[in-house]
């Protein structure tokens, strides 16, 4: 396949001889996935804490490019080596190791002196090239460290790893890594006191997330439970087994929405249902549920006791009969404090407040 010649040496500006913005000023490389756009047009966690990173750091004065498709929107210098979101172009393989994927990650690093530092948050796949990068890397892993992915990044130790819950960063043997929170300009998300009874269910048809276990759920509650969520190739057995049999008039599947029609969901919801069945690394959709006032009910996995604090903004359970009893009594939570919790704890601002100190760290202390 002949890759088009890439626009990336008219994107990037003269650096030298530049005028300090500030006295904290830095120019840094973001390091985006490319099969969504960023931000995500739907779905997509890593592409909207990506967006929300670049976005923030702009403001404060940085000279950030980021790397990403050619149709993201920031007010970033944006570098591509291709046009839209892979899952756009329905090309096959997009996930993981691919040509296009390959060749993004290649070009970020190629033009590594024009920056102070990199932040690379394509995770395993680009490790071996910030591995032996000359400019200092930081490397944010977004998904879990599996039994296949833990050896890399215990053996690649140049750059430096930034976990996204204690809990993700605790099956590593390292001594030098950060967990820095996801955060979300949620300042603005939708509020509403009040609710209109029905479960919610958002993000992706799978066993991992466990929407079998939110059916369920509203099945023996007798509860409207609605699933808005995305539906990938590799997930449709398990829909058709475990989903599609017991939708009706109560229990809808409504596709993959936008943000903001997912946002006005959760602002009306009785409560958010996140009943994983693997070691969430964070979820982001609890902290924008909780954004809107929504109770979040999940099981005791991963992360989910970092982000939700049981008994004050949601339900942290061990088994299905605890989650079926926090359902009964979610009233008990007050969607205000849910809100407070999310903004104070999990906001764009903070995250960015954190990734600047690690990017200082980093470099007063290579």
Sequence with gaps: MLLP??????????TAN??????????????????????PKKYGGTERIVSALTEELVQRGHEV????????????KLSHVHEIALREAKLENIYGLNTWTMYHIGEAYAHQRDFDIIHDHTGYIGLPTANIAQTLVVITMHGN?????????????????ACISKAQASVLNLRDYSVVYNGLPMEHYPFSEQHDGYLLFVGRISLEKGTHNAIEVARKLNLPLIIAAKLDEPDKKYYLKH???????K????????????????????????PVTWNEPFGLTMIEAMACGCPVIAYDKGSIPEVVK?????????????LLDAVAHVDRIRRIDCREHALKNFSASKMADRYEELYHKILNHP
Aim: some cysteine; hydrophobic content about 40%.
């Design 65 to 76: 490019t980021l790397f990403a498709t050619g149709d993201s929107l920031t007010k970033a």
């Design 243 to 249: 989903v599609k049999p017991y939708l009706n008039e």
């Design 18 to 39: 530049r005028p300090m913005l500030n006295p904290h000023y830095m120019r840094i490389a973001q390091i985006a996935p490319i099969v969504e756009r960023v931000p």
């Design 310 to 322: 049981d008994g004050k903004t949601g339900y942290v359970v061990k088994d299905a009969s605890s």
């Design 251 to 274: 229990i809808k599947w409504i596709g993959e929405v936008d943000e903001v029609e997912r946002n006005r969901l959760m602002s009306k919801a009785l409560c958010f249902l996140h």
């Design 145 to 161: 460290f599996n039994e296949d992915v833990r050896p890399i990044f215990e053996a690649l130790r140049h750059p430096h790893i």
């Design 5 to 14: 010649e890439c626009s990336f040496y008219s994107s990037i500006p003269e």
